[in-house]
């Protein structure tokens, strides 16, 4: 305005960083209830006591790692609505599925267990799947807010994609620790593998290849991702620990 005594340029730079302003706190709002619905989820899936329904759940395309940042208010409505109809159907299923299924491996008493469990899931997993259309809902916001900002394509990549791994946590009490970008990152790959749903304990790069290790087994991926070896911890008798001398170069 002072350069070219234009005092429209002063209005013009203060509707630009209201709207901003505007758009950046309306889309870290729905960015951080999206987290906060998505971890009450994952927390949720591990009180229905059912393994495999944890699993499919972890396994499952999500929007978040699907399309955020490009994803839209109408995007997070359908997958929302899609997700709740999936979680009461897990429900009701649960119901007959979870009590057949103890009966064939443990008789009468895997049958009351089963009910039990079924009856859990009946009342958890509707919670889940609302939750998780929440979730898809939060991030359908922010996505259409981002892409109404009418920002270049850098930034919108510098804005859409999380720049680090979330946080691990560890064990059976997902206890926290320091943030590890090693371990965040084993912990990711973890959640895509037959690992999902098992609490993250550790990992070993062995070069080529990768051993993550839940509580209850140790996975070996390859060097493309791979899967090479899986051994439940039960199933090892002893461990033998050796000292591999470190190779010196000429």
Same mark, same amino acid.
């Given at each position: 305005?002072?350069?070219?005594?234009?005092?429209?340029?002063?209005?013009?730079?203060?509707?630009?960083?209201?709207?901003?302003?505007?758009?950046?706190?309306?889309?870290?709002?729905?960015?951080?209830?999206?987290?906060?619905?998505?971890?009450?989820?994952?927390?949720?899936?591990?009180?229905?006591?059912?393994?495999?329904?944890?699993?499919?759940?972890?396994? &499952?395309?999500?929007?978040?790692?699907?399309?955020?940042?490009?994803?839209?208010?109408?995007?997070?409505?359908?997958?929302?609505?899609?997700?709740?109809?999936?979680?009461?159907?897990?429900?009701?299923?649960?119901?007959?599925?979870?009590?057949?299924?103890?009966?064939?491996?443990?008789?009468?008493?895997?049958?009351?267990?089963?009910?039990?469990?079924?009856?859990?899931?009946?009342?958890?997993?509707?919670?889940?799947?609302?939750?998780?259309?929440?979730?898809?809902?939060?991030?359908?916001?922010?996505?259409?807010?981002?892409?109404?900002?009418?920002?270049?394509?850098?930034?919108?990549?510098?804005?859409?994609?999380?720049?680090?791994?979330?946080?691990?946590?560890? &064990?059976?009490?997902?206890?926290?620790?320091?943030?590890?970008?090693?371990?965040?990152?084993?912990?990711?790959?973890?959640?895509?593998?037959?690992?999902?749903?098992?609490?993250?304990?550790?990992?070993?790069?062995?070069?080529?290849?990768?051993?993550?290790?839940?509580?209850?087994?140790?996975?070996?991926?390859?060097?493309?991702?791979?899967?090479?070896?899986?051994?439940?911890?039960?199933?090892?008798?002893?461990?033998?620990?050796?000292?591999?001398?470190?190779?010196?170069?000429?």
């Amino acid at each position: 305005s002072v350069e070219e005594l234009d005092p429209s340029f002063v209005v013009d730079g203060v509707a630009r960083g209201t709207g901003s302003l505007a758009r950046h706190a309306v889309g870290g709002i729905a960015d951080s209830a999206s987290l906060l619905t998505e971890t009450f989820s994952k927390n949720m899936a591990v009180l229905t006591l059912d393994r495999r329904y944890a699993q499919r759940r972890d396994r &499952g395309t999500s929007l978040r790692s699907a399309g955020r940042g490009t994803a839209t208010f109408v995007d997070g409505v359908e997958s929302g609505v899609v997700k709740l109809i999936r979680g009461v159907s897990e429900g009701v299923t649960g119901v007959v599925k979870a009590p057949m299924r103890g009966a064939e491996k443990r008789g009468v008493e895997g049958f009351a267990k089963g009910v039990g469990k079924g009856l859990l899931g009946l009342l958890v997993k509707p919670m889940i799947g609302l939750s998780d259309a929440a979730t898809d809902v939060m991030i359908g916001v922010k996505g259409s807010v981002e892409g109404a900002a009418g920002s270049s394509a850098s930034d919108r990549g510098l804005h859409g994609n999380q720049i680090r791994p979330r946080r691990a946590f560890y &064990g059976r009490d997902h206890a926290m620790r320091e943030y590890r970008l090693a371990d965040a990152t084993a912990a990711s790959i973890a959640m895509r593998t037959r690992l999902a749903g098992e609490p993250y304990l550790s990992h070993c790069d062995m070069g080529n290849s990768v051993a993550l290790l839940s509580v209850k087994r140790l996975l070996v991926l390859g060097s493309e991702g791979e899967e090479r070896l899986v051994v439940k911890f039960k199933q090892i008798r002893d461990v033998e620990v050796r000292q591999v001398p470190k190779f010196e170069g000429p």
